[in-house]
Structure formats: structure tokens, C-alpha cells
């Protein structure tokens, strides 16, 4: 069955950097395009951007262009997040998720990233 | 950037009662907006994509319809598992963008 699988929670201090992985399985890796959704606490959804997963492409949303960087390893059907430069701002849950181009929705998400951001 | 605004931000009901939740878009979107249920400590769930359709394994007590820019998820006869936060999304261009939420409680 297809799932999309985060690495575990994350303590980080401010100004250190975080690597995310979001691992495929049960469909063909590079046929949709990868999705990442931040949810603060207290916050609604935020979205941040996609990285194509057939060229590794990335698009961020304008919050997102400066610390984020969406990558890919195609070998492993694996797509990462990597925050540089934490604030506290970005404590937040993070997602992973799958766009289905054929019904245009995120059809499959990870479980979510914990990443705390304390000193 | 297009913004999506949802009603009530929260609401209770009672277990039958059937319930409307609304998503206003600020511009133009056509179909390109889906449906989200929001469950603390879970991801997401699809609902409803392309303003009408039913996600695969979405009970059919949920519909979701589309009047002009404005879009709402029903669920005919609520059930307890319903409660959740329903959140709402335009696909139409970038970026792409959430309402704030519904919460949806028992009364």
C-alpha cells in the first residue's frame, strides 16, 4: 500500500539546521509531485512549497525561500526538507504529502515532523 | 495570494444533525479546491477534491458543492468520529493556500 513515512521528531537550538525525510513506498517515486505543509501550534496549515520529483525542481512559497530546501533522493524514494538558521518561529509540525495531478488534492500524507526550536 | 475564508471558525452539533461548512474564496478558482479533516496528532485526510468529488474511503454521508466562489463540505447525519478540524484549500494557483479551519465540535 502507498505511505509516505517522516523521520522522527527533532530538538533543535536556535541558528542550528534540521534535515527532514519523507520516504515513498508503493507507488513509482517520481510520478507525483512532493508537497510540504507546516502546521504551527495553534496554527492552521501553511503551505511551502513542492519540489518536482522527476527533474528535483523545488517551488517555495514566498515564507519559504530563504532557510528551506527541498531535495530529493530518487535511489531511495526519498524527498527531504532541510531548515537552516532555526528560529523559534519555525517550531512547527511538518508534512510531507503526495499530489495526485489526476483529481488535483494531496492524496497521501506522511504522519508529521515535530521540530521544536528552544535554547 | 488568493485567500480563502471559512464559517463558522468553529461550531457544535449534535450527533445526526446535519452540518455546513463553508470556504469563500477571494478570487476565481473554478473547481480547484479540495476538502481536509484535521485530526490532533494525525495528518490530514482528503474529503473532497475538485469542489465535488469524494475522496477514496470518504463515507458518503459527506458532499461537498460549489455556488459561485463559494464552496461548502455538508455532512448529512453526524457522527462522533466527524469531530475534527476541516480545513479547505485552493489548488487554482501558487500559492497554494489553506483556510483557517473549522473546528467542528459535539454539542
Known amino acids: 500500500q502507498i505511505q509516505l513515512v517522516q523521520s522522527g521528531p527533532e530538538l533543535k537550538k536556535p541558528g542550528e539546521s534540521v534535515k527532514i525525510s519523507c520516504k515513498a513506498s508503493?507507488?513509482?517515486?517520481?510520478?507525483?509531485?512532493m508537497n510540504w505543509v507546516k502546521q504551527a501550534p495553534g496554527n492552521g496549515l501553511k503551505w511551502m512549497g513542492w519540489?518536482?520529483?522527476?527533474?528535483?525542481?523545488?517551488t517555495y512559497a514566498d515564507d519559504f525561500k530563504q532557510r528551506f530546501v527541498f531535495s530529493l533522493e530518487t535511489s531511495a524514494s526519498t524527498a527531504y526538507l532541510q531548515i537552516n538558521n532555526l528560529n523559534i518561529e519555525d517550531t512547527a509540525t511538518y508534512f510531507c504529502?503526495?499530489?495526485?495531478?489526476?483529481?488535483?488534492?494531496?492524496?497521501?500524507w506522511g504522519q508529521g515532523v515535530m521540530v521544536t526550536v528552544s535554547s | 495570494d488568493i485567500q480563502l475564508t471559512q464559517s463558522p471558525s468553529s461550531m457544535s452539533a449534535s450527533l445526526g444533525d446535519r452540518v455546513s461548512l463553508t470556504c469563500q474564496s477571494s478570487?476565481?478558482?473554478?473547481?480547484?479546491l479540495s476538502w481536509y479533516q484535521h485530526k490532533p496528532g494525525k495528518p490530514p485526510k482528503p474529503m473532497i477534491y475538485?469542489?465535488?468529488n469524494l475522496a477514496d474511503g470518504v463515507p458518503s454521508r459527506f458532499s461537498g458543492s460549489r455556488s459561485g466562489s463559494d464552496y461548502s463540505l455538508t455532512i448529512s447525519s453526524l457522527e462522533s468520529e466527524d469531530m475534527a478540524d476541516y480545513h479547505c484549500?485552493?489548488?487554482?494557483?501558487?500559492?497554494?493556500?489553506f483556510g483557517a479551519g473549522t473546528k467542528l465540535e459535539l454539542k
Open positions: 508503493g507507488y513509482t517515486f517520481t510520478d507525483y509531485a
Open positions: 504529502t503526495r499530489f495526485y495531478n489526476s483529481g488535483y488534492y494531496f492524496d497521501y
Open positions: 475538485y469542489a465535488t
Open positions: 478570487q476565481g478558482i473554478g473547481n480547484y
Open positions: 519540489i518536482n520529483t522527476q527533474t528535483g525542481k523545488p
Open positions: 484549500l485552493q489548488y487554482k494557483q501558487y500559492p497554494y493556500t
